[in-house]
């Protein structure tokens, strides 16, 4: 197992940037492989049963065997995931900023969309694909957008909120029509806001195309195979799905992050 | 620019109490009065940005709302309040953005008033990387973009320092001579008021009531603005202001 050397930690004061950056990494990649190795030690040592526990090796051996199936189904996975969530992006901004428009409207649809927030796609899974039958991609989409519009309205519509007064000031003495104010003012103003949001909203959406799986519907994706394999009694397959899934799940939150430091760093430069 | 007989309230508070001025063209005229005197209530009024009581306001011939959609007047406020996200020229450019110039020509024009200000290689710069003082007279620049014949002003100097305040008040000294635009200007600073305007408007407190007006030492196109400062009728006009406050006080 490997031990953190005492007073390495201090050793990351180089100047440069690369000697920092591995600094930074090696902690957790370190505790990482420590965990495995002590798993792995574990599960032979007392000879816990594959049901319970398989080695860390096993799921190795899996994923290699699997590798092709595993792109194939995590690339369905991550595309409804991606689906649902530029969909639900797009109507989440749309309708925060309908209802910063109108009083009517935000007081009409924030309910709504906090009241969403609350029904767990569980439920929502079997309801929609029997309303759009089990051979379409569609039902996982849906439960993905619905997932993913909830935060995204909510960041949205609080970053519309902030608009310094000396703003609004501004563009109704400039005469600019709601439109002119949304576009000039409101929304630049908001972005920062909508960029977390979706950081917060690209890995739920991951989580939210796999558990829709879990309620039938197309047998193509990660979920179904996690699933499958369980059913099996092929526990080292289904935990090396598993893993893909972890993996798919750190990709959408790494591209949510890269995307939010991109956007305002933009802004700031 | 006209107001007669106007009046403002607020609920129970009465801001505003008959109030009679006029600005010719050209002229720089600057409000000056204790806090909560209506000064800033009473430029919101020109500007549109409320609605008077009663009375009559006109800007131009025309009512305070329409001249606020023909952007007849520019604005500049205590805070210089550019869009961070913008470049200073797009900043500049926003009025004429939203009156749908396009963007040749509107480029063109926020490039002459950038050298106007005196900021013309911070063009493409974002507005966090400028001082308080130049963010303000990008915010002036602003101000000028549709060409207005009238500028009002809300404190636009209240939050800087002593020393770059009296650059600024060179700076806009030479801008109001070049756009000879009329300038109606609200401060809290005696010396400020006399050394920029025709003349100074001295308020009471609340109801807003004009008291006085004292005539300024606004220099002409040959005098040097530091040599007004030191003048005998700066300070005496000073005194002058500063009485008719005291007696606005009763």
């Given at each position: 197992?490997?031990?953190?050397?005492?007073?390495?930690?201090?050793?990351?004061?180089?100047?440069?940037?690369?000697?920092?950056?591995?600094?930074?990494v090696?902690?957790?990649?370190?505790?990482?492989?420590?965990?495995l190795?002590?798993?792995?030690?574990?599960?032979?040592?007392?000879?816990?049963?594959?049901?319970?526990?398989?080695?860390?090796?096993?799921?190795?051996?899996?994923?290699?065997?699997?590798?092709?199936?595993?792109?194939?189904t995590?690339?369905?996975?991550?595309?409804?995931?991606?689906?649902?969530?530029?969909?639900?992006?797009?109507l989440?901004?749309?309708?925060?900023?309908?209802?910063?428009?109108?009083?009517?409207?935000?007081?009409?649809?924030?309910?709504?969309?906090?009241a969403?927030?609350?029904v767990?796609?569980?439920?929502l899974?079997?309801?929609?694909?029997?309303?759009?039958?089990?051979?379409?991609?569609?039902?996982?989409?849906?439960v993905v957008?619905v997932?993913?519009?909830?935060?995204?309205?909510?960041?949205?519509?609080?970053?519309?909120?902030?608009v310094?007064?000396?703003?609004?000031?501004?563009?109704?003495?400039?005469?600019?029509?709601?439109?002119?104010?949304?576009r000039?003012?409101?929304?630049?103003?908001?972005?920062?806001h909508?960029m977390?949001?979706?950081?917060?909203?690209a890995?739920?959406?991951?989580i939210?195309s796999?558990?829709a799986?879990?309620?039938?519907g197309?047998?193509?994706?990660?979920?179904?195979?996690?699933?499958a394999?369980a059913?099996?009694?092929?526990?080292?397959r289904?935990?090396?799905?598993?893993?893909a899934?972890?993996?798919?799940?750190?990709?959408?939150?790494?591209?949510?992050l890269?995307?939010?430091?991109?956007?305002?760093?933009?802004?700031?430069? | 620019?006209?107001?007669?007989?106007?009046?403002?309230?607020f609920?129970?508070?009465?801001?505003?109490?008959?109030?009679?001025?006029e600005?010719?063209?050209?002229e720089?005229?600057?409000?000056?009065?204790?806090s909560?005197?209506?000064k800033?209530?009473l430029?919101?009024?020109?500007?549109?940005?409320?609605?008077?009581?009663?009375?009559?306001?006109?800007?131009?011939?025309?009512?305070?709302?329409?001249?606020?959609?023909?952007?007849?007047y520019?604005i500049?406020?205590?805070?210089?309040?550019?869009?961070?996200?913008?470049s200073?020229?797009?900043?500049v450019?926003l009025?004429?953005?939203?009156?749908?110039?396009?963007?040749?020509?509107?480029?063109?024009?926020a490039?002459?008033?950038?050298?106007?200000?005196?900021?013309?290689?911070?063009a493409?710069?974002?507005?966090?990387?400028?001082?308080?003082?130049?963010?303000?007279?990008?915010?002036?620049?602003?101000?000028?973009?549709?060409?207005?014949r009238?500028l009002?002003?809300?404190?636009?100097?209240?939050?800087?320092d002593?020393?770059?305040?009296?650059?600024?008040q060179?700076?806009?000294?030479?801008i109001?001579?070049?756009t000879?635009?009329?300038?109606?200007?609200?401060?809290?600073?005696?010396?400020?008021?006399?050394?920029?305007?025709?003349?100074?408007v001295?308020?009471?407190?609340r109801?807003?009531?004009?008291?006085?007006?004292?005539?300024g030492?606004?220099?002409?196109?040959?005098?040097?603005?530091?040599?007004?400062?030191e003048?005998?009728?700066?300070?005496a006009?000073?005194?002058?202001?500063?009485e008719?406050?005291?007696?606005g006080?009763?």
């Amino acid at each position: 197992m490997t031990r953190a050397v005492p007073g390495a930690a201090g050793v990351d004061a180089g100047p440069r940037r690369g000697a920092r950056g591995f600094a930074a990494v090696w902690p957790p990649v370190a505790f990482g492989v420590g965990a495995l190795v002590l798993w792995e030690l574990l599960v032979r040592l007392l000879g816990v049963p594959a049901f319970l526990l398989p080695a860390p090796s096993a799921i190795a051996e899996q994923v290699v065997a699997q590798f092709s199936v595993m792109l194939s189904t995590a690339s369905v996975t991550g595309g409804n995931a991606l689906v649902g969530l530029v969909a639900g992006f797009l109507l989440g901004v749309v309708l925060a900023l309908l209802a910063a428009r109108s009083r009517v409207f935000g007081e009409l649809v924030t309910p709504v969309v906090l009241a969403a927030s609350a029904v767990p796609i569980v439920a929502l899974s079997p309801v929609f694909t029997t309303m759009y039958g089990s051979a379409t991609e569609t039902p996982r989409r849906l439960v993905v957008t619905v997932v993913v519009t909830v935060p995204v309205f909510v960041a949205t519509a609080r970053g519309l909120r902030q608009v310094r007064p000396v703003h609004d000031e501004l563009m109704t003495a400039l005469a600019a029509t709601p439109w002119q104010h949304a576009r000039f003012v409101r929304l630049p103003g908001a972005v920062p806001h909508i960029m977390t949001g979706l950081r917060l909203a690209a890995p739920a959406s991951v989580i939210a195309s796999i558990v829709a799986e879990y309620f039938g519907g197309l047998q193509n994706g990660l979920g179904s195979r996690i699933t499958a394999a369980a059913a099996n009694t092929a526990y080292a397959r289904a935990w090396a799905f598993v893993a893909a899934s972890i993996a798919l799940g750190l990709l959408f939150h790494l591209a949510g992050l890269l995307l939010e430091r991109l956007v305002t760093r933009r802004r700031t430069a | 620019m006209q107001l007669a007989g106007v009046h403002k309230r607020f609920g129970e508070v009465h801001a505003l109490d008959g109030i009679d001025l006029e600005i010719a063209a050209g002229e720089f005229v600057s409000l000056i009065g204790p806090s909560g005197c209506g000064k800033s209530t009473l430029l919101r009024v020109v500007a549109d940005l409320e609605q008077p009581t009663s009375g009559t306001v006109q800007v131009g011939g025309k009512t305070p709302h329409q001249a606020r959609l023909d952007q007849d007047y520019g604005i500049a406020f205590q805070q210089a309040g550019l869009l961070e996200w913008r470049s200073v020229v797009e900043n500049v450019e926003l009025p004429l953005h939203v009156h749908g110039v396009d963007k040749a020509t509107r480029r063109a024009r926020a490039t002459e008033l950038l050298e106007l200000v005196g900021l013309a290689e911070f063009a493409g710069s974002r507005p966090s990387e400028l001082s308080g003082g130049m963010q303000q007279r990008v915010a002036i620049a602003r101000a000028l973009a549709p060409s207005p014949r009238l500028l009002l002003m809300d404190e636009p100097f209240g939050a800087l320092d002593e020393m770059t305040r009296e650059r600024m008040q060179a700076e806009l000294l030479r801008i109001a001579r070049e756009t000879e635009a009329a300038v109606l200007f609200v401060t809290h600073s005696i010396p400020e008021a006399v050394v920029l305007s025709d003349r100074v408007v001295v308020m009471s407190p609340r109801p807003g009531r004009i008291t006085e007006v004292v005539t300024g030492e606004r220099p002409g196109p040959d005098q040097d603005v530091d040599d007004v400062r030191e003048s005998g009728a700066f300070f005496a006009a000073i005194t002058a202001v500063r009485e008719a406050l005291r007696k606005g006080h009763g």
